[in-house]
């Protein structure tokens, strides 16, 4: 069984859409996370959440909303896409925020 | 200055010999030291994960961790063509994660 999940693996879309990023697990953790990893590799993080609670907001524009509809899941959505916006998506989950995290498959992004 | 400095490589090593990948940090809080492989297009997968100074040994992997000077290592003993990947440290203080740029590294058959 896959830990920590995500959909779509691809997602390829135009400048100004909208879309959302999907991200589930069933390790029974109560925080998640969703990072950026950039054309170089750099992985940065965007979001975490605790117990359905905001815990992390690096200095990510607000077209990214996470939201957590329960303890399993944290789904991204991002408004008026840019090509800056181009990268790949990890979602990753640990027990406590101090923790080790485990990470999803990762959703690669292209705005076009 | 970054939080976390790691030289991305590349590194390009034969087959079974011994492979050193560092990382130096700046904050002294950093108190969890964790290292992650990542095969392309793939997530990031838990390697080592040691807590505060002092080494850990797991199979063919030993990762130090040196408080006083701020820097981190992972060994790779007898590297197979299998451990061709890119290796991040990941280092945390409280809910604050901050990951190195990651060392790519070859191992040729």
């Known amino acids: 069984d896959t830990a920590v999940s995500q959909t779509p693996k691809y997602l390829v879309t135009q400048m100004g859409n909208d879309k959302s990023i999907k991200c589930e697990q069933n390790l029974g953790h109560d925080t998640m996370y969703w990072y950026k990893q950039d054309s170089k590799k750099f992985l940065k993080i965007m979001f975490s959440?605790?117990?359905?609670?905001?815990?992390i907001n690096e200095t990510v524009p607000n077209r990214f909303s996470p939201k957590s509809p329960d303890k399993a899941h944290l789904n991204l959505h991002i408004n008026s896409l840019e090509l800056g916006d181009s990268a790949v998506y990890f979602c990753a989950s640990s027990q406590g925020d101090r923790d080790t995290q485990y990470f999803g498959p990762g959703t690669r992004l292209t705005v076009l | 200055q970054k939080e976390v400095e790691q030289d991305p490589g590349p590194l390009s090593v034969p087959e079974g010999a011994i492979v050193s990948l560092n990382c130096t940090y700046s904050?002294?809080?950093?108190?969890?030291f964790m290292w992650y492989r990542q095969y392309s297009r793939k997530g990031p997968e838990l390697l080592m994960y040691?807590?505060?100074?002092g080494n850990k040994e797991d199979g063919r992997f030993t990762a130090q961790v040196d408080k006083s000077s701020k820097y981190i290592s992972l060994f790779i003993r007898d590297s197979q063509p299998s451990d061709s990947a890119t290796y991040l440290c990941?280092?945390?203080?409280?809910?604050?994660?901050?990951f190195g740029t990651g060392t790519s590294l070859t191992v040729i058959p």
């Open positions: 990941a280092m945390s203080a409280g809910n604050q994660f901050y």
């Open positions: 904050n002294s809080a950093f108190q969890y």
């Open positions: 959440y605790n117990n359905k609670e905001l815990i």
């Open positions: 040691t807590y505060s100074s």
